[in-house]
């Protein structure tokens, strides 16, 4: 078997070129023998952690690098041969994309210069094979200028792609790298892991360039070629140049540079001087203890934070709790209401450094499942703001790390089912309506089995005829391919010292963002921090509904004050009375709420996780019901079982519940439970938990359990590969839920100004919160001239307490700046609606939308009088004052200008009277 490491491989994350994803390439270099392989897809470094990871499980070595484009039109293969080096081509790729809109890179050969300390670069010849670009003497320039910087190591590669000529100009290739001092190498130029890609790598190209197939012409390729080929195969095509195919081992060996050495290392501002980070976190918690637990601590709770100290300490994980408590320390000072949720919730620590408000007492935690010594990953902790104020906290992370050292992480939109067949149909010259009809069948699918024929024939479509057939098949193809990098919803990566040196940062769409180029799988791969800063509209209405009630009320609430298990409060969960309740507000949750009548908090965490597709296709719900109302036997097949399922009846209902029946009764180690987990959270991508089948099934019967029990708890459990929630998550959202029914039973008035000071929010128009108020005994006024603002407010009602007065927002097209003036200018009130209109400056589409809305009552004018009197209102300036103001203007222009010479003109017939 002749040595060879493929080292020009275009990925899919050279976007729309690669016709293979990473792992497909790096398996089929394992299946050829290739000693190496490279990915170097074009300015990015996007794709190269999934081959990483695939490279390490398939046992190939990668080497790191990128293909590098430059704005003059040449272009270099970099390869990093250590740290060192790597991190200045990180630097270098920031450089170009920060210069650039989203999605580009501008690079210039200096740059490269620049940043070139420990590359290595293969320069890449003209890409069309006519031999007069060979000897071209600016290809030539360019060359020699390379080998005269980089010296020893710079190459210059060669490609064999039947086109014909392949063999004259490899040798003038290797003439021209004798003597410019670049010995030869040989790629493949690989495109796609096998040949069958090749009409998807037409496809993609014709996406690319906007064009269909049958416009392409020379844009495609001319063959199938550009695939990874055997070492055997490519010393055949380089037959006589064996010294090139040789060379590729040694720039492999010489490239030594891992991913693996990537060490995070965490920001340290934030511990005082004096402390260690551990010692730090451990001083904070015992001090947030205190507070939490003013009767004392309890030993269960006690026990938990020892356990969880020991493991941050031995993990090195206590900058990273105190990063989080850091910035949520800010948001509190800032009266920023927030929450963690999803697997924080498992930690005592994170609940008495108030990060989360779910008291580890009251609930069955599983900290393994947040952070795990086997696992040897940081901790995702993620935190919920005011969706209104969660850029305050935003920029507060700028303002402290800087944006060297803070960025977004990347969210990889890929093809799903719609967009796949949508740009899949064009490039084929389908027609419209055909790709229409296709689209519109994929509705909420995400899978290539979403192509069926029965769906073809309900749309009238004959899924024998070869055009669809070849259209949905290079559609399954294309699922799941990456479309482009975006910015994760509130994904923070911050680090002690240059970010751009672990992996490149781009420009954002949104101004004054900017991105690393991997998302949330590849900083888990690599072990790298994420901090989760998202927006939840619940948090900025309860904060708002806090408010008012401590305004007009006088009673100081917030989440951990609100008073627990309130029957009231149940009683009207029960009947299902939930409208602008968070998470049980849906249809779905309101037929659900009668049927299993909430009466505890923990109910309450099942009511939030059990409406979810995972449960209900994995047949969990109707057993449960049933179990509960006392008509189907609770029974455990071993008491290992019973602690794992006895709180939800012997049904698994949690995330967490299905790892802890993998290990206690499949024999799971726990990094083996941990992978389980990722299936059942990689809900989009079904088919992922089928893997496990065997194991957990095999498992269970090897330790006493019958095979038909198997059998159903492992059904049960792919119903998860559906979505279903993790407890920690479900029990996070389970406290807003109760405080937001608390609040709509206690103070219906509050609570719904809130709401709708809040909008856009929730499963509910304004219109139908107004109405569920009234129906709850809240006098709801309308909105006025002379009472309203821009926010709903309450006002003082003799009967009922407090009264709702809507404000202008509810008003469909006013803008908050005219009724600022409205409110800034009235004054005592107004009386009339020309006297509004001149005091407040509101045009007469202003002015009609308020008669619209009946806004003028206070007027003595209902909403007909008050339309006829706005149409009579004249907002035009006065003459006289027209002219004098221009007189005026003139007089002060000539001031101004030093013109004193002349006698200031002041013309006499703007003074006379009109």
């Given at each position: ?19 293979s ?84 890179c ?41 080998a ?62 906007g ?26 095509l ?17 490239c030594?540079?891992?991913l ?118 940081p ?31 990347a ?26 009809a ?21 749309i ?23 479309r ?21 940062i ?43 009630i ?10 951990a ?59 969990m ?51 083996e ?60 959202f ?16 509050a609570?719904?100004c ?18 569920d ?43 908050q ?98």
């Amino acid at each position: 078997m002749t040595p060879y490491a493929e080292l020009q491989v275009t990925s899919n994350f050279s976007f729309l070129r690669g016709a293979s994803h990473p792992d497909e390439l790096v398996a089929q270099a394992a299946a050829l023998g290739l000693a190496a392989i490279a990915i170097t897809d074009r300015n990015t470094l996007a794709g190269v952690v999934r081959a990483h990871v695939a490279a390490r499980e398939a046992g190939v070595r990668l080497v790191v690098g990128a293909r590098l484009d430059f704005t003059c039109g040449s272009s270099v293969l970099c390869f990093p041969q250590d740290r060192a080096a790597y991190g200045r081509l990180s630097r270098l790729l920031t450089l170009g994309k920060r210069r650039a809109p989203k999605g580009e890179c501008r690079l210039a050969r200096d740059d490269l210069y620049d940043h070139g300390e420990g590359q290595i670069v293969v320069a890449l010849p003209p890409a069309r094979a006519d031999l007069s670009l060979v000897s071209n003497p600016a290809f030539a320039r360019r060359l020699e200028e390379l080998a005269r910087h980089f010296g020893g190591r710079c190459y210059l590669a060669a490609q064999h792609l039947y086109r014909g000529d392949d063999a004259r100009r490899i040798a003038q290739l290797a003439r021209l790298g004798a003597r410019l001092g670049a010995p030869l190498i040989a790629t493949g130029d690989v495109h796609a892991h096998t040949p069958g890609r090749r009409p998807l790598q037409d496809v993609l190209t014709c996406i690319r360039e906007g064009c269909t197939i049958a416009e392409a012409g020379l844009r495609l390729a001319a063959n199938a070629e550009r695939h990874l080929k055997s070492g055997a195969e490519m010393a055949r095509l380089f037959a006589g140049h064996a010294d090139a195919v040789a060379r590729t081992i040694e720039i492999a060996g010489r490239c030594g540079f891992s991913l693996d050495e990537l060490a995070y290392e965490y920001p340290d501002e934030i511990v005082p001087e004096g402390h260690t980070p551990q010692s730090w976190l451990v001083a904070l918690t015992r001090a947030g203890a205190r507070e939490r637990y003013p009767g004392g601590v309890p030993p269960k709770v006690r026990a938990q934070l020892d356990h969880e100290f020991g493991l941050i300490d031995k993990l090195g994980y206590a900058p990273y709790f105190l990063t989080v408590h850091d910035i949520v320390r800010f948001a509190r000072a800032r009266g920023i209401l927030c929450q963690g949720r999803g697997s924080a919730a498992n930690s005592a620590v994170c609940y008495c450094l108030r990060i989360t408000a779910v008291d580890p007492d009251k609930s069955e935690i599983l900290f393994e499942r947040f952070v795990s010594a086997e696992r040897g990953e940081p901790p995702d902790i993620d935190v919920d703001f005011e969706h209104q104020r969660r850029e305050e906290v935003i920029q507060y992370i700028y303002a402290k790390y800087g944006r060297d050292r803070a960025a977004l992480a990347a969210t990889t939109i890929t093809y799903r089912g719609r967009s796949a067949i949508r740009d899949v149909g064009k490039a084929l010259g389908l027609s419209l309506d055909t790709v229409g009809a296709l689209a519109g069948t994929l509705a909420g699918r995400y899978g290539g089995d979403a192509f069926c024929d029965a769906d073809l024939r309900g749309i009238g479509l004959d899924p024998k005829a070869p055009g669809l057939r070849r259209a949905v098949r290079l559609a399954r193809a294309l699922i799941g391919f990456p479309r482009h990098l975006s910015q994760h919803v509130g994904g923070f990566v911050i680090s002690r010292g240059p970010l751009s040196e672990l992996v490149p940062i781009a420009n954002a769409a949104m101004p004054e963002r900017t991105v690393i180029e991997w998302n949330k799988d590849d900083l888990d791969a690599l072990g790298l921090l994420k901090v989760d800063v998202l927006g939840l509209g619940m948090l900025t209405c309860l904060r708002k509904a806090f408010a008012l009630i401590a305004r007009h009320h006088g009673r100081a609430l917030d989440l951990a004050t609100v008073p627990a298990e309130d029957a009231a409060t149940y009683d009207m969960l029960c009947a299902a009375d939930s409208i602008g309740v968070f998470q049980v507000e849906s249809r779905a949750q309101m037929s659900m709420l009668p049927r299993l009548k909430p009466r505890t908090f923990y109910d309450l965490v099942i009511e939030v996780a059990i409406v979810r597709p995972g449960p209900i296709q994995g047949d969990m719900v109707h057993p449960y019901l049933r179990r509960r109302r006392g008509e189907e036997p609770v029974d455990y097949p071993s008491p290992e079982l019973e602690r794992v399922l006895g709180r939800t009846l012997g049904v698994p209902l949690f995330q967490e519940q299905a790892m802890r029946i993998a290990v206690v009764a499949a024999g799971f180690s726990p990094g083996e439970a941990d992978a389980l987990r990722r299936a059942m959270a990689a809900w989009r991508r079904p088919g992922m938990i089928d893997g496990f089948h065997d194991k957990l099934v095999e498992g269970m019967v090897a330790n006493g359990y019958a095979r038909g029990f198997a059998e159903r708890c492992f059904r049960q459990i792919l119903g998860f590969g559906e979505y279903g929630f993790p407890e920690s998550h479900a029990a996070s959202f389970a406290l807003l839920a109760y405080v937001s029914a608390w609040l709509k039973r206690h103070y219906p008035a509050a609570f719904t100004c809130a709401l709708l000071n809040s909008q856009p929010m929730g499963f509910y128009a304004p219109a139908q919160l107004v109405r569920d108020a009234r129906e709850h005994g809240v006098e709801v006024r309308a909105a006025d001239v002379n009472a309203s603002d821009w926010d709903c407010a309450l006002e003082a009602d003799g009967e009922s307490g407090m009264a709702l007065r809507l404000g202008f927002r509810q008003v469909k097209g006013l803008k908050q700046a005219g009724i600022g003036r409205l409110v800034a200018n009235r004054g005592a009130g107004y009386a009339r609606v020309d006297d509004l209109a001149r005091r407040a400056g509101l045009s007469p589409a202003t002015l009609a939308r308020l008669a619209r809305a009946d806004a003028f009552r206070s007027l003595g004018l209902d909403r007909r009088q008050a339309a006829w009197a706005v149409r009579g209102v004249d907002t035009a300036p006065l003459p006289l004052f027209e002219r004098f103001l221009n007189s005026f203007l003139i007089c002060t222009a000539l001031f101004l200008l030093g013109d004193r010479s002349r006698r200031t003109y002041v013309p006499k017939k703007s003074l006379r009277r009109p």
